[in-house]
């Protein structure tokens, strides 16, 4: 690259080496940072978002425990590309940065698995943590009228979440019969303090339907959503309602790890028992490795963040914990496994990629993802199949073949350097 | 647990040319949808779309800033006399 390409980028710091990079400040990530800086090491932690926390702690004090004064934030930063082994390219809103680190500790998370129906794509149709989080960033909900749907815990929490903020919540739709979510409620009797909570979680809810084996087959609305149709025990009805929050339970961020070509196992990142992964130096921990919840990220995050500053035998006294945590995780999948049903839900002219509006019809002609990413360009929009990823894997069986910088849209200045 | 509904303070900005006030620490996203646009932005297709995720991953929430297009709302704090405009 000449000189004058190189002058022309704004902005582009490079940071000293730090010993260990955290990327992603939510629970994971902030145990993970406080860990590895109270065993001495230089640490640094990078998010996207303008304030620690992740989604769980989203505009809380939730996170305060673990923050740490000595732990070098890098807030509202995107890391978009590894342009050389030790170094990452991040990008924020008015410069770029050169991150440099020996250990790197990744903490992405996870994201909701959205499935599409026809009228999905209609504004007011979202995410149920997505839902849950606009209201945190201070939509007020009080007297909408919201249908809360899909599948897992989350559910519960949202629709308790709006209801305490005022909302009118119509009903909760979990697409999982009632027998397999009471056999993991049994599972839970073998652990009180989660059997509390998720009593807690339901008492709190009382006055709101909560229907089993209930799901979505179809939005309606002319410019924004009036009205969402459900279908239970092969009946259909309408429920006019403000807001649809309709996620279907949560799938891990691996596009990171991909890119660094981390092993795959089955539920996500393969880690050893130091949350190593297969590659030397790249920890991961929390929802990354496989959803588990907020315990499990923790307790993760620690043991990474010990292991990636050098000192592992310090983290071996968690090992039973995480054991004990990864086991209620194991109970918690199988009882809100996606039913096969779901599957029917897209119509031919329904649209599984909304970043270039392609509908199932088109992509299910194809037999892989590299076939529909040339022919019909799903997956090929600002969200990198980040969205319609999820979906195309329960429809149709296709796992995600490769990642590439940039792994994010990154500004043309960005790009103007070697990635 | 602390949220931002603790804090009164009001910030004002312009939503497609209309004042909203917002509590201070909202994101734009939220001034957005309090102003009344219920379209953030246009699809490929000519379909009227707002936030899917919440949370930075969908890019539905996508609205001019300041000039500045293609900024994921979601994501952005609001500032006193932002200029915010959507389906640009």
Not at chain 1, 66 to 91: D, I, K
Not at chain 1, 174 to 197: C, H, T, W
Not at chain 1, 384 to 406: H, M, N, T, Y
Not at chain 2, 79 to 85: C, F, I
Request: charged residues 20%.
């Amino acid at each position: 690259m000449s000189d004058a390409v190189s002058n022309s980028v704004s902005n582009v710091v490079s940071s000293p080496a730090f010993d260990v990079a955290v990327i992603g400040a939510g629970p994971a990530g902030l145990a993970a940072a406080a860990r590895a800086v109270e065993s001495g090491a230089r640490v640094a932690m990078v998010d996207d978002n303008p304030r620690p926390g992740g989604q769980i702690w989203r505009a809380s004090r939730s996170p305060e425990p673990w923050l740490r004064s000595n732990v070098e934030v890098f807030s509202g930063a995107r890391v978009f590309a590894a342009p050389a082994p030790g170094v990452l390219a991040l990008e924020r809103s008015d410069s770029n940065l050169e991150l440099r680190y020996r250990s790197l500790i990744l903490a992405t998370g996870a994201r909701e698995r959205f499935l599409p129906f026809p009228g999905w794509t209609l504004p007011n149709v979202m995410g149920a943590g997505g839902l849950q989080a606009l209201a945190k960033s201070g939509l007020p909900v009080d007297s909408k009228r919201i249908v809360v749907a899909g599948s897992g815990p989350l559910l519960l929490a949202v629709a308790r979440y709006l209801r305490d903020h005022g909302a009118d919540v119509r009903l909760i739709a979990e697409q999982a019969d009632s027998s397999a979510i009471f056999r993991f409620g049994l599972g839970l009797i073998a652990k009180p303090a989660k059997l509390i909570q998720a009593i807690g979680l339901r008492a709190g809810l009382l006055g709101v339907r909560y229907l089993t084996a209930c799901w979505p087959v179809a939005a309606h609305g002319a410019e924004k959503l009036e009205s969402v149709t459900l279908q239970r025990n092969g009946k259909t009805w309408t429920e006019r309602c403000d807001y649809l929050a309709c996620g279907f339970g949560l799938i891990p961020n691996v596009e990171l790890p991909t890119l660094f070509g981390c092993r795959m196992s089955e539920t996500g990142v393969a880690v050893d028992e130091y949350q190593q992964t297969s590659v030397a130096n790249i920890y991961c921990a929390g929802e990354v490795t496989g959803i588990g919840g907020l315990d499990l990220a923790l307790v993760e995050g620690e043991i990474a963040g010990y292991a990636a500053a050098g000192k592992p035998h310090d983290s071996r006294k968690l090992f039973a914990a995480r054991n004990s945590k990864r086991q209620f995780a194991g109970a918690l999948e199988r009882a809100f496994a996606a039913r096969a049903e779901l599957r029917n839900l897209p119509q031919d002219d329904t649209f599984v990629c909304r970043c270039e509006d392609v509908t199932y019809a088109r992509v299910r002609q194809c037999s892989n993802w590299r076939e529909a990413k040339l022919h019909t360009r799903c997956g090929m929009g600002p969200c990198q199949g980040r969205v319609c990823g999820g979906a195309v894997e329960f429809l149709l069986g296709w796992k995600p073949d490769s990642v590439r910088p940039p792994v994010l849209p990154a500004r043309v200045g960005s790009l103007a350097r070697p990635l | 647990m602390k949220s931002i509904e603790a804090r009164p303070e009001t910030l004002n900005l312009r939503v497609d040319g209309h004042t909203v006030g917002v509590p201070a620490g909202s994101m734009v996203s939220a001034a957005v949808a309090m102003a009344g646009a219920s379209k953030f932005r246009t699809s490929v297709t000519g379909q009227p779309r707002a936030p899917l995720c919440g949370m930075g991953i969908c890019f539905e929430c996508r609205v001019t800033i300041n000039g500045r297009a293609h900024c994921k709302s979601c994501q952005i704090p609001c500032e006193a006399g932002m200029e915010v405009e959507t389906d640009v």
